[in-house]
């Protein structure tokens, strides 16, 4: 397939060429730049798909994810109330949303009973259309802790290690550990309250390094957050550094500790929630509880984007809403899309698989008219989506099908 396009972002910001194409080749990336010179490269029977005057720019990546969540009131009792076959065909309808939305590589951060394991296998078949998946299974939490419904309640650290390997050997991609409490789960810890010591969660990365995976900290509170990098996690979710039901304590020793070891935060946020507190709360207070995400960037933090889609409200056909919090804090939208690609990428260990338009890369691939460098909204206007090679009718404004 050989893609022309009036200009292509590579990735990196200030990485553009403009009057471009791309050449796809079993599912990688054959060629990408000026149009003459690829289209060169492509032999005359190659599929041609010509969009003028638009951008071509790598799948985005959507690091935090639910796909057994359907995003209503209850998302956990919908779950337990659907049958295998049920949950599965909706997962699959939610994962081709994320792909209308230009996003070809998620991290599901948890689901009950393998579900997503199978959505996974299901999409690498070809059985079903949709984005890569990094799947971490049931998450560890203690008996009753935040989630606990998704079947990874560990009482010590021996049933923590157990847990740890029944999931990397379920096929996991990655551990998710809930380090302090969450708001959707009645009767568990609060928000910013630690769930586990450090040495507990040292003991899950130390198991997880034994199968070579990552872990992911679900971490509210500040001590949370500190625990769970001084137990040498690899990225952490949310990261609000809570200090009570009001307080915030932003440990800047923390933070740059993070800086050093290369630990990145998901921020995991939700168009309906940030634009909600704006409406009721004003700009002053939206900007003091989000700018956390410009201190951490700052001093150096790797940033993924994520939406935390399927809990309440964080709808999975509303990825742009989320880039566009970044942009409203300040973030040059060229900054904003190589974080939703290239930054990303790096972060969960993806760079040399996705990311960016680059020869030998899985091709994962987003056509949007407009420029997106100028105003993000191009980005709501989606032509084409190809995920490692394949092309997916879009269902939406900017698409033909």
């Known amino acids: ?93 939610r994962a081709g949303q994320l792909l209308d939305c230009g996003v070809t590589t998620v991290r599901d951060l948890g689901d009950r009973g393998g579900a ?17 998946i990094l799947a971490a299974g049931a998450p560890l939490t203690p008996p009753g802790g935040h989630c606990w419904f998704l079947g990874g309640e560990v009482a010590d650290e021996a049933q923590l290690r157990a847990m740890v390997r029944r999931n990397a050997e379920a096929g996991a991609d990655v551990i998710k550990v809930m380090a302090s409490g969450g708001h959707i789960t009645e009767g568990g810890a609060a928000m910013w309250e630690s769930q586990f010591s450090t040495g507990q969660l040292a003991a899950a990365v130390d198991e997880a390094r034994r199968y070579g995976l990552p872990v992911a900290a679900h971490a509210h509170g500040a001590a949370s957050i500190a625990s769970a990098v001084a ?83 964080a709808a999975f056909d509303d990825y742009l809403s989320m880039l566009e919090l970044y942009a409203w804090l300040g973030f040059p939208a060229e900054r904003v899309i190589e974080l939703a690609t290239v930054g990303s990428a790096r972060a969960l260990g993806l760079s040399g ?37 394949e092309p997916h009718a879009v269902r939406g404004p900017g698409g033909r099908a």
């Open 116 to 132: 997503v394991l199978r959505l996974r296998e299901a999409i690498t078949a070809g059985r079903v259309r949709g984005p890569r």
């Open 1 to 93: 397939m050989l893609i022309t396009v009036g200009q292509l972002l590579h990735g990196p910001v200030g990485e553009r060429t403009t009057d471009a194409a791309v050449l796809v080749r079993d599912g990688k990336i054959a060629a990408a730049g000026p149009r003459e010179a690829v289209a060169a490269q492509a032999p005359p029977s190659v599929a041609r798909r010509d969009f003028p005057g638009a951008t071509l720019l790598p799948g985005m990546i959507d690091g935090h994810v639910h796909l057994s969540f359907d995003a209503g009131p209850e998302p956990f009792t919908a779950l337990l109330n659907s049958d295998g076959p049920t949950l599965l065909d909706a997962m699959a309808q």
């Open 231 to 313: 137990a040498g996690v690899r990225t952490v979710e949310h990261c609000l550094w809570l200090d009570g039901p009001e307080g915030v304590d932003r440990r800047t020793g923390v933070a740059m500790s993070m800086a050093e070891q290369g630990i990145a935060v998901c921020g995991s946020l939700c168009g309906y929630d940030w634009r909600t507190k704006l409406e009721r709360d004003g700009e002053a207070a939206t900007r003091a509880f989000y700018d956390r995400l410009s201190w951490l960037d700052g001093l150096g933090v790797p940033l993924i984007t994520g939406t935390d889609a399927g809990i309440p409200q």
């Open 353 to 389: 698989v996705t990311g960016r338009i680059a020869p030998g890369l899985d091709a994962d691939l987003v056509v949007v008219d407009g420029d997106p460098r100028a105003d993000l909204s191009a980005l709501r206007a989606v032509r084409l989506v190809v995920t490692r090679g």
